[in-house]
């Protein structure tokens, strides 16, 4: 079992999760999150003052799926979060070693 993390621009949330679940891959858990990259932040205007906004609003999006369903559900959010512009995310892979689901007590793959 395999526990994919993304990290994607916020408005390419609906898009990602229409794709996924139109391809048989559920379950996710989103969280907002801000970020510093390769954008290095931005200047904003506010009541007429100029500040930096040096962590950029994100959503993280986690996971949990059965090795045969990983290469597509990766492809997946990389196709549909893309924008070919900078800032559009990564993608992380870790190894899940045990998940048990609390209300049954099911474990590994029946529990996803």
């Known amino acids: 079992m395999k526990l994919v993390t993304a990290i ?11 794709a996924l679940s139109a391809n048989d891959i559920h379950g996710l858990t989103v969280t907002e999150v801000k ?3 390769r954008q290095k932040g931005h200047t904003e205007m506010y009541r007429g003052a100029e500040y930096k906004v040096e962590f950029l ?9 059965e090795k045969e369903k990983l290469e597509h559900a990766i492809e997946i959010i990389s196709e549909y979060a893309n924008t070919g512009k900078i ?3 990564k993608i992380f892979v870790t190894s899940l070693e ?4 609390i209300r049954t007590g099911e474990t590994g793959k029946d529990a996803i």
């Open 8 to 18: 994607i621009k916020p408005f390419k949330l609906e898009d990602v999760r229409d």
């Open 35 to 37: 970020g510093a990259g």
């Open 57 to 65: 609003p994100k959503v993280k999006i986690e996971l949990a799926l």
């Open 87 to 89: 800032g559009d995310g």
């Open 98 to 101: 045990q998940v048990i689901r």
